[in-house]
């Protein structure tokens, strides 16, 4: 089965579990830490849910790097994978992951295993997270917050981002998070 078979089925149980959501957003592709991680789908709403394919076609190479960077900003993060990475994708990926299986039913169609359940976060990366947003977020958020000088609106984002980081808590500052990314109406995809 191919990535993007595996990908629209995810999407459509997803779909199908926040139906009747409207503050429930999916996206494929969201890019994490400036870049260095992208993970396949994502769920926003009350969460940010991260989720990562691995096909039969696929490596599990990069895997540790992509754990690291997915278990900086998720609250909760599953790994979807073809029964042939089942176990070393259990040795790779942290105990709070879930892990579904993706098997081919007899109509062609994916479904999925539950093998276990995700689980919250343990600890979070603020600086990583607060790169989720976009430089005029940031400076948005700051203004309403606190009184920016405009030498300080001019700031470069890696500023903004400490400056954002120093003046809101982790709870808060994933609230934040969470609303701008559902705000956006510029998405590559939605």
Excluded: C
């Excluded at 459509?12 to 969201?30: M, N, Y």
């Excluded at 995700?118 to 989720?132: G, I, S, T």
């Amino acid at each position: 089965m191919k990535d993007r078979q595996i990908r629209d089925g995810l999407r459509a149980q997803l779909a199908s579990a926040h139906a009747g959501d409207p503050d429930t957003l999916i996206l494929d592709e969201l890019g994490i830490a400036t870049g260095r991680g992208r993970a396949d789908v994502v769920v926003i709403n009350g969460r940010l849910d991260g989720y990562e394919i691995k096909s039969e076609r696929d490596s599990v190479r990069r895997l540790r790097g992509q754990a690291r960077i997915y278990s900086r900003v998720f609250d909760r993060a599953t790994i979807v994978v073809a029964p042939s990475h089942l176990r070393s994708v259990r040795r790779i990926v942290p105990s709070w992951w879930g892990i579904e299986v993706v098997r081919v039913n007899l109509l062609n169609q994916p479904e999925f295993e539950p093998v276990r359940s995700a689980k919250a976060n343990p600890r979070y990366d603020r600086f990583v997270l607060a790169q989720m947003l976009w430089r005029d977020e940031v400076v948005a958020i700051l203004e309403n917050r606190m009184k920016l000088e405009p030498r300080e609106r001019r700031l470069p984002r890696r500023d903004l981002w400490r400056l954002l980081v120093g003046a809101v808590s982790l709870r808060e500052l994933r609230r934040l998070v969470r609303q701008q990314l559902r705000a956006r109406t510029r998405w590559r995809s939605v």
